[in-house]
């Protein structure tokens, strides 16, 4: 049974650009996509592009030095998304892509963002190489795609980020198939990102279906051969980007001697369930804000909920 939200414990505002507090902005300039994930966010198909001359309006209004997360949707299927791309950085942010990687399986295309201020790609990987884990939680048998487009964002110098989905029952292995992807590209420097199911938007598990912080610590321990106790010793630790503490994150170096945070492999494993009194992920986050369709800026994870089945 879906859980009924009290709206009245969500601590809902929006900010003029003018006035933003948060250090990590999620901009949906498109709601189209090429897949039908089980779990998705946003799975309103009905919103148009994103308007760039409004973005870009938006943008010189912005305060602070940001960090602009492109998403979807799927953020590649924007005719203009050079543009964005762009315009993030000439107004004095930072930029990250956040895709499923299909359109950049493509060389052609990869060449074509390699020849804009882009440089970090997170990409999706909930099936890690595996096409029946695809299946059964992207609905799609993409791990061919998927593969070659990690591949092209090593060989286009982009900085990654991967982000795993774990289902539980279906791709528990996971974690262990991800570092052996890594080995296989020799790719070094990667922060790998693990979450629970959010239950928001669409989604294929119940709260009580769920792993849970503590099971998805376990699995990470188990399947990179370290500690619970040492990924446990870095939790409530500072987050690098807005300067605070995020209860539901854990963030650790695969080495234990590395302090360097843009060095060598990290994991991050984030808790997305919504088991709280609140009913969404990580309630009252002063990090993660979300571009409106008024252009103005909410919390990311309450601006999502209380917009459920609209934008």
Known sequence: MTKKIDFSNINYYEQQPEDNTFSDIVIDITHRCNMECKNCYIPNRTFPDMNFEKFNSWLSRLSGKCMIRLVGAEPTLHPEIDKFINATTEHGHMNVLCTNGLRLSSTSFAQRLKETTLRGVYISLNGVDNDDWYEEIDELRCAKKKLQAVQNIK???????????????????????????????????????????????????????????????????????????YIWSHYGKVHRYGGRVEPGTIEFPMDEDNTDRYNKRWIKITDWDTDNHVGIPDPGSKRRGRLTENWTIAPMYEHIKMNEGNY
Not at 182 to 204: A, E, H, P, S, W
Request: net charge negative.
């Open 155 to 229: 060989d286009f110098g982009f900085s990654i980020d991967t982000g795993t989905i774990i289902v539980k029952g279906i791709n528990e292995e996971a974690p262990s198939r991800l570092l052996h992807l890594m080995d296989t590209k020799d790719i070094q420097t990667v922060t790998m990102r693990i979450k629970n199911v959010g239950q928001l938007g669409r989604y294929q598990k119940q709260e009580d279906e769920n792993i849970k912080l503590a099971g998805l610590v376990k699995l990470c321990a188990d399947q990179f051969q370290l500690s619970e106790d």
